[in-house]
């Protein structure tokens, strides 16, 4: 038997989302999110962030941020992310696709954060060079990040504020956007449009949803972007005829702080396990934990003795002493301590 | 309390279908189709299609269509498709989307069937101009049609030899696949590859699944055409990190002839109501119905009349006197009895 | 020796116009069409059509219609066009391409012409179905058209008012639109702009020019899709560094009537050979003769003969009986003479 | 008046170039690349090159690089290329824009020359994740380098080594292919094909020609690969009518080493400025000077002095202490010595 700490989105579904699913099992609803589950969505997400909110519900991750991310930038305008961004490294170009050959352009920045500083640089560097230069048109940044930590809200309005100056539209990914709530006990406007977040990939399916994300659109501009995003949604395959099951799960993760007790829970393994390695003899945090992801520097020899001990966790191809082990929703406080015991803790 | 006839996609998810879902959700599993159910699936549709077959799972059958078209069609191809198919009216462009700007060339062809003088018609009109001319690269049929009749077998093996003569790969949208092969009384591999189709879209959703479409490979190229496929979903945004719970949906669609068991009831309430539109005084059917889809031409007073009956059903811009009726998996004999009713049948 | 009637497009430069490309040899100019000839185009052609024009100058009428119509069209939008347009049967998807896929809708209408009736029976089946179905965005015509025809100004205008009502924007391609006007014998803004024209490919290649093309803006919106059409000329690759040799064409082009004495000669030409043919004792007219194209019908025997006899024409496959000849700003009497004779006329 | 220094792609057309342009203007020729000249290619380019060679005539290097990269990689795959190569920095995406999405991966190295150090460590950056990561693709040099810089062809050869040893294909923009040769005194085939290139953009219009760019396929795949390349040509409105126009400069250019000895004259004056430069009390060479392009650090207040002067160049934004003055076949003696004399050489 094993224990999976290979990443949150290999978690099951969590109970009170199931019994939604189950329960919007009922009888004929009309298709393509014309149902009284997906008609609900943008009052619930307006009540949830305190403002008037526009939510186009999709099953992936990658569909909302390529979603997002092409609704504001034409196919010679460029995208301004992290290096480590998922867009950038995890999507097999699926931002490009949907922006038929829009840009990515990496920004570096210590702990998963972007820089102000290398912000201002990547921009000078893709900006300002007529027709022949991509137009820097957006930027996205990932809350909580690809490192484990997270943005301060101040931190986030003033790259957002930079972004903005600039003319740049903005997206957070949100991926893992309940844990970075629960780490800085805000309110999810704080972190978001408050912040200067115009567009957000609200990230359910890591944190308990089966297969649930939803593409958020704040500000004045919501209604146009949203009808844009629509076209692409249906273009791309993503409007399920059946949309009411991704709602269900939508309304059923937000309703009554069910997506931030989910995420306190893995927060919670993952700041017991780091506890643990800060005090390892060998093994070492690479990062601060500052959500549910604990990456961890370590011997090759130790963690192959991990993984003998059925620990499932992730490295990387040629970074054989960089170990990522991610807590979810539903590993158990057991889970933990076997994994505590099993590096000798 | 209405009875909805608009589309057996908005049909809710048949039991022992969900009951597959609550079941998958146990514990943690390997994330983007590396899960068990996932890798039982080409073992389990090679077992059911009597032939070595590679599945590759994904939502929808927009994404299903569009990726394989675009597997086998440079974005300089063309597709042949009835003017009436799913992919040329109702998909929003998807193909042309996945495919990067390929071309669908609508054939004639009465009762919703391609008919073989207008498939050699339109191949003579876009073929044979050099560079200046898109190139033909594929044929794709819908089994049952978009007017609710069938292929024979003998017939869609015909127009699948008459397309690979001119080196096109061969697609069959079974989107209502299972109501033909009910109807037809055969093998699925009967009215699939062995009637030449090299790629199908196998569709679960509107019979009984929640989201559940397989991409089919058959014959030698299958192998290549899968690897090209997968890259094109997780592009689209179409791999899901649990795509265990899709998978699962479809291991217990195709367990036990549940499938064929549901489409039956489908097609069995259509007849009642096909024949009761047979006998009507006014009322005529526009094409025969060998599937579960009726097609009604009928005055105008009339269909409101059955509006106000709180019968649902959709009719077209600029066509108030053709309704369309469509039965499905979970239609009961009372659904239709009240239809029938409303009907003064 | 052989005489060339296969098309305009085979043509020689005219003396004025290689004339200019030599005179613009002189010294160094800045690349990328800021150099003194390109700028003096919007004046030139402002000037010519006799209102505000913005001039994108390229090489290819086919870049010129692909960038025009992508420019005003989404992925997800159709622009309608004669079935026998070039931008649909001879451009293997280049609008396709440029437009990341959208959707060219084929209008039916006699003699080359797309007819009101027609027109409103493509825009009726094309729109209407939410975002299931492409946009319908744009219209373009063609002056003169494909079968050697002209659009009435009145006609012409009848047209665009139906498409602008409809919301589209307006294209012609004017590939051969000097033969037009001087058929017409009116103003170029007769038949362009004031028959409610917005964006127009004012084609030269065929006419005289080496390669050259100018898409022009009319309107109040011109001046942001010029901003939108450069973008796209570059990224296609159509943003010479020597642009100063297109644009030295195009202002020898239309200085002092030269491009109208061009036409006036192949329409000439034309009508002399069409005159033949319709005392032709076995051949026949397939279409009125307006412009500087004549398509003719006759035995396969008689074409044969014709070709060995050094005659030069286009025939299409499966068509042998229809014929091809187009005439040019180079055409000699002694050319038309010669097929006359070899046609026994 | 003033000297302009600012590209050689400002530079006139070559006296041969333009009579050969002049003499190809005799009567007519068929379209669309089967003239004559077009017809020659093939064979003067195996002669040049000393091997069987493809050859597709084009009007613009961006082209020629978009189409020759977009003929071997998928939309999923990436290319690697050095950080200033023009592809990256200058072409506003066209080669993503030719292959639907497909992303440019940047590699140091310094002086223009990619190393294999950063090759070997891009290319472990960008492969193996399987679906979730782009396939490398592709690899393409520049010759001689926007660096004003030129590779060894033993250097050349590891680097392509090394890529073909991965899998990728191999490319070389040849804008400046002319002032490499000369530099290196070898056979052209000894830093092309010898040295492991497969595809290669030979630029003809920097040194002498209007707008002629030959894209040169080589080695087994040639014909297949040309093939792909041809139907991306069409589409993207590349391929001329007048083809012969663009084929007759190539073959000028070429004909009895005309292109290398207006290379060689901009090499000789590039050189004699350089040698000023090196002896200059303030001013100093940012790199080498291998070819045609020379960089100059000094002082803002000494370029402003230049510009007065009416010495053309160009500097960078944010980068007022470096020019970049480049030296064509078209510069005099005297254009150097007055540039020499305004810096006080």
Redesign the interface.
Known sequence: MTA?F??D?????AGPV?EA??AA????????AEDDWSMRLDQAFSDLFETPTRVLP???G???N?IALATVT???GSVLCHRQAHVY??????P?????????VPVDGALGRMSPDALAHAY?GCA??G?????PSAMTLTQSTESGTVYQPDDMAALNAQARGHGLATHLDGARFANAVVRLGCSPADTSWRAGVEMMSFGA??NGC??AEALLFFGDERDSRYETA?????????????MR??SAQLLAYINDGLWLELAGNANEQAARFAAMVARHAEAELEYPVEANEVFVRWSTDGFEALERAGIEFLTW??QDDLGRFVFSH?TTAEDTDRLIAAMGG
Request: hydrophobic fraction near 35%.
């Open positions: 999976n290979r990443s989105n290999e978690s099951a579904v199931m699913i189950v099992n009922e009888g004929a609803a009309h298709a393509y999709m099953a992936t990658t569909a909302a390529s034409p196919p010679w490294s995890d999507e097999s170009g699926a490009e696709f949907y922006g038929h050959g829009l840009r990515l000078a300002g060079h027709v022949h230069s991509y137009v399916s890591k089966m297969a629509e076209r692409m949604r249906k273009r791309g395959g993503h409007l399920f005829s059946k099951y991704v191809p040629g539903s």
